[in-house]
């Protein structure tokens, strides 16, 4: 338990040394592709990116969904990409490959949607090289670019708030 507590400590301390640098999203960039971080625990239904991602027009190889939960994996078979503390070590080292693709690849677009307070999916967020980061409100309001304050379960509330934004900001065309 002790061990436990000091690798969340250093997970703490490296992601407010990513917080802290300077991170500017390009302006002219329209949204083509779209990453999606969610946390299982809280929420269950997936369908709803795909439908979010259908009206943004990004098409379904340009949609990429991880899924992140505090339980152990052999309980979740319910979701492919799942990964869980176990994937991000000392340091916030990514042990696993596939998270390390899912963060490598340059999203247009980055949608954190969860409201837990895990330094594990804040540290996903942080580390994501996507050019533009959409979340709900979370307690540390320098990981997103856009945070959209409602609850986790008001999809369509969410979707307007963030499509009336995003077509402000000239991110998308204003076909919605």
């Not at 990964?83 to 247009?108: E, H, Q, R, S, V």
């Not at 580390?127 to 409602?150: H, P, V, W, Y």
Request: net charge neutral.
């Amino acid at each position: 338990m002790i061990l436990k507590g000091f690798k969340e400590k250093s997970i703490k301390k490296y992601l407010n040394k990513l917080l802290s640098e300077a991170h500017e999203y390009e302006a002219d960039n329209k949204i083509e592709s779209l990453g999606v971080i969610v946390n299982v625990d809280e929420i269950q239904d997936f369908n709803w990116f795909n439908e979010l991602a259908n009206a943004l027009n990004i098409h379904p190889n340009k949609l990429k969904i991880i899924a992140f939960s505090t339980q152990k994996k052999e309980t979740l078979n319910l979701w492919d990409d799942c990964y869980n503390a176990k994937d991000i070590g000392w340091k916030g080292a990514i042990l696993n490959n596939d998270l390390k693709l899912f963060l490598d690849t340059k999203f247009d677009a980055l949608l954190s949607y969860y409201e837990a307070d895990v330094t594990e999916l804040k540290l996903i967020t942080a580390l994501s090289k996507a050019k533009f980061k959409i979340g709900i409100l979370q307690t540390d309001e320098r990981l997103n670019d856009l945070i959209i304050n409602t609850k986790l379960n008001d999809f369509n509330v969410f979707k307007n708030e963030m499509f009336k934004y995003l077509t402000i900001l000239n991110k998308i065309k204003n076909e919605y």
